[in-house]
């Protein structure tokens, strides 16, 4: 059976299906290979449950006619995306980065979708099997399409790009995150660029932050659209950008209030306004977007707890994520703050450094009181009245069966293994 014939069949179910216990009727299941599990041996049940076919690569699970055997069950899976959008022919954007890349396809998403049909990656599915079905959720309704690419390692952008055709792209920016598998911050850099490469050799637009230079720098031969908020030769621009503790900012002489916390959600605020002013999204209806858009899944979120204020930023961290939130939270007036950090993944060879770093920098801050958790900021501890050092988290919550947090305004930060967001029910 080709990569046609199976579109065909694809066309005529409700969707793609991974898993059985989301199996809706009519679906299309494709049974893939984990290091712990095998969907194969889930077929059976799969066309029980409703599903219209199943996709496996094992054929001692074949049911009957509704089977389709293939050699890679992962690889027809990818095959049939890229077929997929080739055959839609709709105009992608796709973006990726160290920071900041979810909440900007959220907003992206918000402005685009006052004026299109719009339809973007749900939550993180930005990986090599999450990618293939967020193409696969675009159908012929859809006007424009949103893929957020995530990476972790060299030529993983590349295999992206190669899948979604994208025909505009956007980085948020270059960081210090997952240095383990880029092989250091060149590595992050190199690895990230791949789309820039991608939309150069087929001569497709990048949207770019006209205040970062090493953007500008690696996108400096591709046809770019640009947003600043100090440069007036910027395609877009902006004005009075503030964090009190909200960022705000000034565009076409509107004063846009969002609901983000953060001057580094500011960049990410400037790239949805630039994006949607290309797509000739009315200014109103952008600053529309911006002012109602609210982050959710532990991402700047502000939460209220008994007589505590709570900055939940417990979806993931690095380095540069770590510098901003810090250097954020360092800035806001309140008489009682709190930081409570936890260990940062991912991070290699550089790991140790990196922890050390972020103690060292926090002992000479301003911030009164900070309590790390975990075993590599443990690993760095060091004498203070101030700063507290817990092994682990279970260690950190029998602490908090004897200690009080009141009336403070605490920044609770950390990878998203450390699932610190178990913090807010302590207080």
Do not use: W
Not at 98 to 127: D, F, M, P, R, W
Not at 214 to 231: M, P, R, Y
Not at 347 to 369: K, R
Request: proline content about 3%; charged content about 15%.
């Amino acid at each position: 059976m080709t990569i046609a014939d199976i579109h065909a069949l694809f066309l005529q179910s409700s969707g793609i299906v991974i898993d059985t216990r989301k199996i809706t009727p009519n679906a299309f299941f494709v049974a893939l290979k984990g290091d712990r599990f095998d969907a194969n041996t889930f077929a059976a049940e799969a066309l029980q449950l409703g599903a219209s076919h199943v996709l496996i690569d094992d054929a001692s699970y074949f049911v009957d006619h509704r089977t389709i055997v293939v050699s890679d069950a992962l690889t027809t899976l990818q095959e049939l995306a890229h077929y997929h959008r080739t055959y839609l022919g709709l105009p992608i954007i796709a973006l990726t980065g160290s920071n900041g890349k979810t909440t900007t396809k959220e907003l992206i998403h918000a402005v685009l979708s006052q004026k299109y049909a719009c339809k973007a990656t749900v939550g993180n599915l930005n990986n090599h099997i999450g990618v293939p079905l967020t193409l696969l959720s675009f159908d012929s309704k859809t006007e424009i399409g949103i893929v957020e690419m995530g990476a972790n390692h060299q030529k993983e952008i590349e295999f992206l790009c190669a899948l979604a055709s994208p025909d505009f792209g956007y980085i948020t920016n270059f960081g210090k995150a997952h240095l383990e598998g880029f092989g250091g911050v060149e590595g992050v850099i190199k690895g990230k660029s791949e789309m820039y490469t991608y939309l150069l050799s087929r001569r497709k637009k990048v949207f770019i932050n006209a205040d970062d230079p090493i953007q500008l720098k690696h996108a400096a031969e591709i046809d770019s659209f640009t947003f600043s908020a100090v440069n007036s030769a910027a395609d877009i621009q902006v004005n009075n950008v503030q964090a009190n503790p909200f960022v705000s900012l000034v565009h076409e002489g509107n004063f846009v209030q969002s609901q983000l916390i953060g001057l580094y959600n500011a960049t990410n605020i400037c790239a949805a306004i630039a994006i949607g002013s290309y797509f000739s999204v009315s200014t109103s209806d952008i600053h529309l977007a911006i002012a109602n858009y609210i982050p959710t899944n532990n991402r700047s979120q502000i939460l209220h707890k008994n007589s505590n204020e709570i900055i939940l930023d417990a979806y993931n961290a690095n380095p540069s994520s770590m510098a901003v939130a810090i250097a954020n939270f360092a800035q806001l007036q309140h008489p009682s703050k709190i930081m409570i950090l936890g260990d940062m993944f991912e991070l290699g060879e550089e790991s140790s450094h990196e922890h050390a770093a972020l103690v060292n920098f926090i002992a000479q801050s301003t911030v009164p009181c900070t309590y790390f958790v975990g075993p590599s900021f443990y690993a760095h501890r060091i004498a203070s009245s101030v700063m507290h050092f817990f092994k682990n988290y279970a260690e950190f919550e029998q602490f908090c069966t004897s200690t009080v947090f009141q009336n403070s305004l605490l920044l609770i930060k950390g990878s998203r293994g450390m699932a610190l967001e178990r913090i807010v029910e302590l207080m």
